[in-house]
């Protein structure tokens, strides 16, 4: 098509406003041009020519002029040169008869830049295109709003984005961790206990593969004989989780190819913000080290005490042989001790000072042995006493203490002048009285 302007024929106003064999504008015209001069959108018709025969005060205003002063103007003469090369290509599918929408940005009279909603319908009139009806809708508020809307939206996006980058990175080293554990594994149960996710760690541990455990109720991994190690079953662990919160388990766990380890197993209820239950998640630890160290530890326990009760009966063995030793001492050997004692003295007494100076020494001698004796006797009784004698452990001031010892001493040695001098700020030791005041 030839997008080359139409020859500009000169306008007569008189034949636009009062066309030749019409009357002058009726009432009803003149209130329709009311009406389209409210309207905000701006309206024109250019015909075949492309001559303005009509526009609205909207469609003028744009242009500084009023709506008469437009009829007659070429539309070369109305739009900017440098919009030309855009708009023809469209006036001109218009007057092929294909109607054209599109929006295009202006600049209005004070520099802004304006947005706008532009048709171009066909004037067709008995198969034949007349002109074209213009008709654009300022939608700059619109756009803006909408550009409001898309940087909004395109903010919102990066932040979603941003976040499920970051969820998904948080949700990635959790994964990484809960398969990379050792001793431990992690895995996931519904509400019933049916398995929902199984993670490497948990296969590691019992050897099941994902497809091979999935679905199936926990309990698969519980050794049968289990009974009296755990304190309660599957289906009782789980309602205690789900009204605790937490719980926790000890027993036996078997593994894909049978085999048993020892672990310890803490069920939590996972719950969302509104405390409804999503599921519960099931951390076990390989325990059976610290299960052997434990039996071997009891096993040791056990031995000791053995030993210990072998060790106590020797002892109430020989506490009882000492006894009888004792009994021994005080009956068999104290008796002919103090008739050797007395005769001694007898024989002192007979012989007086008349003795010769040996016979006199022999006689000392033979009474300090026998003292000695006595003394070594008292002592083997007392030790034995001391294992029958119950310690009682109490506050003892030692000055009192020093001094009930010494009065006793001075009565047993009349003979014998020591100057004694005690410290009446000793301090006040805990022990048994009895014992101290014999040590």
């Known amino acids: 098509m030839d997008m080359t302007l139409p020859p500009h024929t000169p306008f007569d106003e008189s034949t636009a406003s009062v066309p030749a064999g019409k009357a002058a504008p009726t009432d009803t015209e003149n209130l329709l041009r009311s009406i389209t001069d409210r309207i905000p959108a701006r309206l024109a018709y250019y015909d075949k020519d492309l001559i303005c025969r009509y526009c609205n005060a909207a469609h003028a205003g744009r242009y500084g002029k009023k709506p008469e002063d437009m009829l007659g103007s070429h539309l070369s003469e109305v739009v900017r040169p440098e919009l030309l090369p855009e708009i023809l290509p469209r006036v001109a599918a218009t007057l092929s008869g294909n109607a054209q929408t599109f929006e295009a940005e202006r600049t209005d009279a004070s520099g802004q830049l304006r947005y706008y909603e532009v048709h171009y319908l066909p004037d067709q009139r008995n198969g034949e295109v007349h002109g074209i009806f213009i008709e654009l809708h300022d939608i700059t508020e619109r756009r803006r709003t909408e550009e409001i809307v898309l940087h909004a939206n395109q903010d919102l996006e990066e932040r979603v984005r941003m976040r499920n980058a970051e969820l998904f990175q948080s949700e990635q080293r959790f994964r990484l961790m809960v398969d990379a554990i050792q001793d431990y594994c992690i895995y996931f149960v519904d509400e019933e206990g049916q398995i929902t996710e199984w993670s490497e760690s948990a296969q590691r541990l019992h050897g099941h593969r994902r497809d091979q455990i999935t679905g199936q109720h926990f309990r698969a991994l519980l050794a049968t004989d289990n009974a009296g190690e755990d304190e309660v079953d599957p289906d009782q ?69 053995k030993r210990v009760a072998e060790r106590t009966q020797q002892l109430v063995a020989a506490n009882k042989d000492l006894d009888v030793f004792s009994h021994m001492v005080s009956h068999d050997l104290r008796a002919p001790l103090r008739h050797i004692s007395s005769f001694i003295t007898l024989l002192q007494e007979h012989i007086g000072q008349s003795g010769d100076t040996l016979t006199l020494q022999y006689l000392g001698s033979i009474v300090k042995a026998s003292k000695r004796m006595s003394l070594m006797i008292e002592g083997l009784l007392e030790y034995a006493r001391l294992g029958r004698v119950t310690v009682e452990m109490q506050p003892v001031p030692l000055s009192p203490l020093l001094e009930s010892v010494v009065a006793h001493l001075k009565q047993e040695n009349p003979d014998r002048r020591i100057d004694w001098t005690i410290d009446t700020e000793l301090p006040v030791v805990k022990g048994d009285a009895m014992m101290l005041a014999q040590a």
């Not at 380890?261 to 999503?278: C, I, M, S, Y």
């Not at 160290?293 to 326990?301: F, H, P, Q, W």
């Open 237 to 305: 662990v789980l309602r205690l989780a789900k009204a605790h919160g937490q719980w926790e388990t000890r027993g036996w766990r078997l593994r894909e190819d049978g085999s048993r380890f020892w672990a310890h197993t803490v069920l939590t209820a996972l719950r969302n913000e509104a405390g409804e239950l999503q599921g519960l998640s099931a951390i076990t630890r390989d325990m059976t080290a610290a299960k052997s160290l434990e039996d071997v530890m009891n096993d040791l326990n056990r031995e000791l005490e």
